[in-house]
């Protein structure tokens, strides 16, 4: 089936980790993309990339970071710096701007 | 403002009734329009995509897109228990390298 595939569904950080976010899709996507989810403010971008080897900023991309080394796959890494990281992450992906996302069922983060 | 609103209900209903849910924009170039179903705790899932005016059908859902005032709609026939979530209409243009989110607006229907 394809589809797109976050890992691990739950995941807790410590004061000062960074922790990093798996995101694979097998749609043969060109373009990926990073969201945030807090209740009541609906999705935030945090970062996309629309090809491999290249990313941008989106709206809220201080304190993470991803990098885009396969078409596959857009790691999203939480950092310490990050000082409220606590949320619903949403990773999903598209054929080009213009189309339609898909995505991925989340991670949920929180903090110890 | 913002470049997409929608109000973020919670919209209350009993099973059977027609739903109807909207969005306005601010931005006249929004070309592409969707709508995702979202449940809880999970991704959102695309219901409907159209591209400039018009109306579009699947099953009991229906999109219309009206550019002349700016406004999207989303209407569902003979809603059941299991549309109850959340629904997001997202919106983009020519040349736009991301989508444009509304915040989302909570259905429930009732049995």
């Known amino acids: 089936d394809g589809g797109i595939t976050q890992s691990p569904k739950y995941l807790f950080r410590k004061e000062g980790q960074n922790v990093t976010l798996s995101c694979e899709q097998n749609?043969?996507?060109?373009?990926m993309y990073w969201y945030r989810q807090d209740p009541g403010q609906g999705l935030r971008l945090i970062y996309y990339?629309?090809?491999?080897?290249?990313?941008q900023k989106g709206d809220i991309a201080e304190g993470y970071s991803v990098s885009r080394e396969k078409k596959e796959s857009f790691p999203l890494t939480v950092t310490s710096a990050q000082k409220n990281p606590t949320a619903f992450y949403l990773c999903?992906?598209?054929?080009?701007?213009?189309?339609?996302?898909?995505f991925g069922d989340g991670t949920r983060l929180s903090i110890l | 403002q913002k470049e997409v609103e929608q109000d973020p209900g919670p919209l209350s209903v009993p099973e059977g009734a027609i739903v109807s849910l909207n969005c306005t924009y601010s931005?006249?170039?929004?070309?592409?329009f969707m709508w995702y179903r979202q449940y809880s705790r999970k991704g959102p899932e695309l219901l409907m995509y159209?591209?400039?005016?018009g109306n579009k059908e699947d099953g009991r859902f229906t999109a219309q897109v009206d550019k002349s005032s700016k406004y999207i709609s989303l209407f569902i026939r003979d809603s059941q228990p299991s549309d109850s979530a959340t629904y997001l209409c997202?919106?983009?243009?020519?040349?736009?390298?991301?989508?444009?989110f509304g915040t989302g607006t909570r259905l429930l229907v009732s049995p």
């Open positions: 999903a992906s598209s054929m080009n701007s213009n189309q339609p996302q898909h």
């Open positions: 749609l043969n996507h060109d373009a």
């Open positions: 159209t591209y400039s005016s």
């Open positions: 990339s629309q090809i491999v080897n290249d990313f």
């Open positions: 931005n006249s170039a929004f070309q592409y």
């Open positions: 997202a919106m983009s243009a020519p040349g736009f390298q991301k989508l444009v």
